[in-house]
């Protein structure tokens, strides 16, 4: 009998972290927001593909905040595209941000961004500008005036 009221207590509890975690992580607290709208920027060619991935360095942790596919439903084409967010912790808590590129499709962003929960921007790296972070594998794409240092980069740390 004791096994069994133990069983469902323990059952009940677990329920009840798993509300308490949907709850938190349902919640925005912050929100990382890119720029990637220019126009006159050039067409660089090359197929379609290339995982972008956007981390959030808290507590000296890199934690994945999104992952998209340039040329996807979901890349990034627009004036502060929206993001993705992590509870329970609030903008404040974010010390870096970190963006990586696995391919040779060049993603061009022109301004990152740090929002608090309401969509109020914290800080931002970059300038509205035709001057942005080209992210690529193949070190050639970086070679233009449109890239910031004429570099394409794989990974850049934003550092707050």
């Known amino acids: 009998m004791f096994k069994r009221l133990a ?22 607290d912050f929100w ?24 959030a ?29 992590l509870s329970p ?7 870096a941000l970190r963006i990586t590129q696995e391919g040779n499709d060049v993603l061009w962003i022109d301004r990152v961004g740090l929002f608090d929960a309401n969509k109020k921007l914290v800080t931002s790296w970059g300038v509205d500008n035709l001057v942005g972070y080209c992210f690529s594998s193949d070190p050639s794409d970086g070679n233009n005036s449109w890239c910031w240092n004429n570099t394409a980069y794989t990974q850049i740390d934003f550092t707050r």
């Not at 507590?59 to 967010?85: K, V």
């Not at 912790?89 to 010390?95: D, I, K, L």
């Open 89 to 95: 912790w609030t903008a404040a808590n974010v010390q």
């Open 7 to 28: 069983a469902r207590l323990l059952a009940g509890l677990a329920i009840l972290a798993l509300s308490a975690n949907f709850a938190t992580t349902a919640r925005a």
């Open 32 to 55: 990382v927001m890119l720029d990637c709208a220019a126009p006159g920027l050039p067409d660089w060619g090359g197929s379609i593909g290339g995982w972008t991935r956007v981390y």
């Open 57 to 85: 360095k808290i507590n000296n942790h890199w934690n994945l905040m999104m992952t998209f596919m340039q040329g996807a439903e979901a890349d990034c084409s627009g004036t502060w595209n929206e993001g993705s967010s």
